[in-house]
């Protein structure tokens, strides 16, 4: 069944299938810039990016080569080390293993090659270099080197930035501070001249000192461990213009090919209804909402009930629904009995919805209809194959659940036995020797569960 995806570039659903004779998907996302813990709507986007990931492994086993880059010296990353007095890679360190735990918490596959912009300093010299050799970008008199938009005439096929220049006026207003740096206010940065600001943040280039701007990290990144053209690229929608016109024009103006084959920009979340933000006081990070007692796993349910091509409101009646759902179908996972319904994909209809340009919320209300049909009868591979599509982690969903030991687990088949074969003086003394142990055993239609006795 393919995977069909709508593409931001031709505005089309189209078939993701890899491009080279290897067979290998190659996938890059955008990821965050290191300087303060990810909020929820940065992990709406991180989660919808993991539900591709997924629906890539399951499609091309093996075959998936997922990049996702860290942002780790910019203007945001070097103000918040100046602010704290400590250096830069100390603080982006502590960000980048925060953000790894919330990633873990949301169960989210790490990505195959995580690679940083410090950590790409040459790569991204080398391509500012090629492209300064092909006429595509100037050297500014204080030593920043700008791409020179005019010299691409692909530039704006992406956002139709052109379009939209012309419908309201300039879309590239002249309000950035190097603006007398350039030769024209849609010119940008490639290498920025090292400033007093920047501290100690400078690397040696041919034009001096200095770092290189934001957009290039992802073209020298890409190129480095994708190579010149790649099958995905994806981001939230705040990315499209200019980071992700921008990405289009170095790379292909440097690479001289095509970059990707296939742009998808995941929408915002907003807050009940409006737009996060620090001031309005309803940005939330996952440590938040732990706090309050949810759990991660009810977030990424919650950020999978909307479509993501749509804006999507959160609420905290989410989570309680969210946690709801979990509940369900954590339940309905234990009655599920080894070798009932095999073969037959019960839950098709969920990967299908995901396969049909990620319908997140079609997929979910697909999965509670077959859980409210079937009690039991379903094959459970099916099961877990939609659950695992999702990165529902269903163990981890409610409160920290105990994990029997492998003798308390024999004893309890041994009773479920007894008990089928209606051997219930048995079945009673088992249970006994279950409580001895510690554990109780909650019987169900079709199966059971154990969990720790409450004292
Ligand atoms: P940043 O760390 O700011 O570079 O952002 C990381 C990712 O989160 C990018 O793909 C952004 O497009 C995305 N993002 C930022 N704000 C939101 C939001 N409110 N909802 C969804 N995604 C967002
Ligand atoms: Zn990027």
Same mark, same amino acid.
């Given at each position: 069944?393919?995977?069909?995806?709508?593409?931001?570039?031709?505005?089309?659903?189209?078939?993701?299938?890899?491009?080279?004779?290897?067979?290998?998907?190659?996938?890059?996302?955008?990821?965050?810039?290191?300087?303060?813990?990810?909020?929820?709507?940065?992990?709406?986007?991180?989660?919808?990016?993991?539900?591709?990931?997924?629906?890539?492994e399951l499609e091309f086993p093996g075959k998936v080569k997922h990049v996702r880059n860290l942002t780790d010296v910019d203007d945001k990353t070097i103000r918040?080390?100046?602010?704290?007095?400590?250096?830069?890679?100390?603080?982006?360190?502590?960000?980048?293993?925060?953000?790894?735990?919330?990633?873990?918490?949301?169960?989210?596959?790490?990505?195959h090659v995580e690679p940083t912009a410090t950590g790409h300093i040459h790569e991204q010299v080398d391509m500012i270099d090629v492209l300064m050799k092909k006429?595509?970008?100037?050297?500014?008199?204080?030593?920043?080197?700008?791409?020179?938009?005019?010299?691409?005439?692909?530039?704006?096929?992406?956002?139709?930035?052109?379009?939209?220049?012309?419908?309201?006026?300039?879309?590239?207003?002249?309000?950035?501070?190097?603006?007398?740096?350039?030769?024209?206010?849609?010119?940008?940065?490639?290498?920025?001249?090292?400033?007093?600001?920047?501290?100690?943040?400078?690397?040696?280039?041919?034009?001096?000192?200095?770092?290189?701007?934001?957009?290039?990290?992802?073209?020298?990144?890409?190129?480095?461990?994708?190579?010149?053209?790649?099958?995905?690229?994806?981001?939230?929608?705040?990315?499209?213009?200019?980071?992700?016109?921008?990405?289009?024009?170095?790379?292909?103006?440097?690479?001289?090919?095509?970059?990707?084959?296939?742009?998808?920009?995941?929408?915002?979340?907003?807050?009940?209804?409006?737009?996060?933000?620090?001031?309005?006081?309803?940005?939330?990070?996952?440590?938040?909402?732990?706090?309050?007692?949810?759990?991660?796993?009810?977030?990424?349910?919650?950020?999978?009930?909307?479509?993501?091509?749509?804006?999507?409101?959160?609420?905290?009646?989410?989570?309680?629904?969210?946690?709801?759902?979990?509940?369900?179908?954590?339940?309905?996972?234990?009655?599920?009995?080894?070798?009932?319904?095999?073969?037959?994909?019960?839950?098709?209809?969920?990967?299908?919805?995901?396969?049909?340009?990620?319908?997140? *919320? %079609? +997929?979910?209300? /697909? $999965?509670?209809?077959?859980?409210?049909?079937?009690?039991?009868?379903? #094959?459970? @591979?099916?099961? !877990?194959?939609?659950?695992?599509?999702?990165?529902?982690?269903?163990?981890?969903?409610?409160?920290?659940?105990?994990?029997? *030991? %492998? +003798?308390?687990? /024999? $004893?309890?088949?041994?009773?479920?036995?007894?008990?089928?074969?209606? #051997?219930? @003086?048995?079945? !009673?003394?088992?249970?006994?020797?279950?409580?001895?142990?510690?554990?109780?055993?909650?019987?169900?239609?079709?199966?059971?569960?154990?969990?720790?006795?409450?004292?």
């Open positions: 069944m393919p995977i069909r995806l709508h593409d931001s570039l031709t505005r089309q659903t189209l078939e993701l299938k890899p491009a080279q004779k290897d067979g290998v998907y190659r996938f890059y996302n955008c990821g965050p810039t290191v300087y303060a813990p990810a909020h929820i709507g940065n992990f709406r986007t991180f989660v919808i990016n993991d539900v591709i990931r997924r629906l890539l918040r080390a100046q602010d704290e007095q400590r250096p830069l890679a100390e603080v982006t360190r502590q960000w980048t293993d925060k953000f790894h735990a919330d990633c873990a918490a949301l169960n989210c596959l790490p990505p006429g595509n970008a100037y050297r500014a008199a204080d030593g920043s080197v700008y791409f020179k938009v005019s010299s691409f005439d692909g530039y704006g096929a992406l956002s139709r930035v052109k379009e939209r220049e012309l419908q309201a006026g300039s879309a590239m207003k002249a309000t950035a501070a190097d603006a007398d740096e350039k030769e024209d206010v849609s010119d940008f940065a490639l290498w920025k001249a090292h400033k007093p600001d920047d501290g100690a943040n400078a690397w040696d280039s041919p034009w001096g000192r200095g770092r290189p701007g934001w957009h290039i990290e992802c073209s020298a990144m890409s190129k480095k461990h994708l190579g010149d053209t790649i099958d995905l690229h994806t981001g939230g929608v705040d990315l499209l213009f200019p980071h992700h016109e921008n990405e289009i024009a170095q790379s292909q103006c440097c690479n001289g090919t095509l970059f990707s084959h296939h742009w998808y920009h995941s929408e915002h979340l907003l807050v009940d209804g409006k737009k996060m933000s620090k001031s309005l006081g309803n940005l939330y990070t996952l440590d938040e909402l732990v706090a309050k007692g949810f759990s991660p796993m009810a977030l990424r349910y919650a950020l999978l009930m909307g479509h993501p091509r749509k804006q999507l409101s959160f609420s905290l009646d989410s989570m309680h629904a969210a946690e709801s759902a979990l509940t369900t179908l954590k339940n309905f996972r234990a009655t599920l009995l080894p070798g009932a319904g095999l073969g037959h994909d019960a839950f098709g209809p969920v990967l299908q919805a995901l396969h049909d340009d990620l319908n997140t *919320p %079609a +997929a979910l209300g /697909a $999965l509670f209809t077959i859980v409210n049909r079937y009690a039991g009868e379903v #094959d459970a @591979a099916s099961f !877990d194959r939609a659950i695992f599509a999702l990165g529902l982690d269903l163990n981890a969903a409610a409160a920290p659940q105990a994990t029997a *030991p %492998a +003798a308390v687990t /024999a $004893l309890a088949e041994k009773r479920w036995a007894a008990k089928q074969a209606k #051997d219930f @003086a048995a079945a !009673d003394a088992l249970r006994k020797e279950l409580t001895g142990a510690g554990w109780s055993m909650l019987d169900r239609k079709d199966g059971y569960s154990l969990e720790p006795v409450k004292k």
